[in-house]
């Protein structure tokens, strides 16, 4: 059974910067695409970044060049370095890996972006 335990949420002023973790469960997480996903209030869950088992990463457009996807297959974690936040960065992010067609998700961490 995989788990997957996120970290690192909280409250920042726009313009400032979080680092979320992503600690998975397991020998496998270095074989594996893992993905960062958000959801807004009111709004559909949607990816917000992904990255491969080769380290090729992939970005939403509204987060490229201020959010950074990275992974340390030796410590199973996964992290999502945010800057330069911004208000409609504020959401409820989750942390996935997907192994064939089944999804593992985290419990989520709350990330709020105001002043």
């Known amino acids: 059974q995989v788990q997957l335990v996120e970290s690192g949420g909280g409250l920042v002023q726009p313009g400032g910067s979080l680092r979320l973790s992503c600690a998975a469960s397991?020998?496998?997480?270095?074989?594996?695409?893992m993905g960062w996903y958000r959801r807004a209030p009111g709004k559909q869950r949607e990816l917000v970044a992904l990255?491969?088992?080769?380290?090729?990463?992939n970005y939403t457009d509204s987060v490229k060049g201020r959010f950074a996807i990275s992974r340390d297959n030796a410590k199973n974690t996964v992290y999502l370095q945010m800057n330069g936040l911004k208000s409609e960065d504020t959401a409820v992010y989750y942390c996935?890996?997907?192994?064939?067609?089944?999804?593992?998700w985290g419990q989520g961490t709350q990330v709020t972006v105001s002043s």
């Open positions: 397991g020998s496998i997480f270095r074989l594996y695409v």
């Open positions: 990255i491969g088992n080769d380290n090729s990463t």
């Open positions: 996935n890996l997907k192994i064939g067609v089944v999804n593992y």
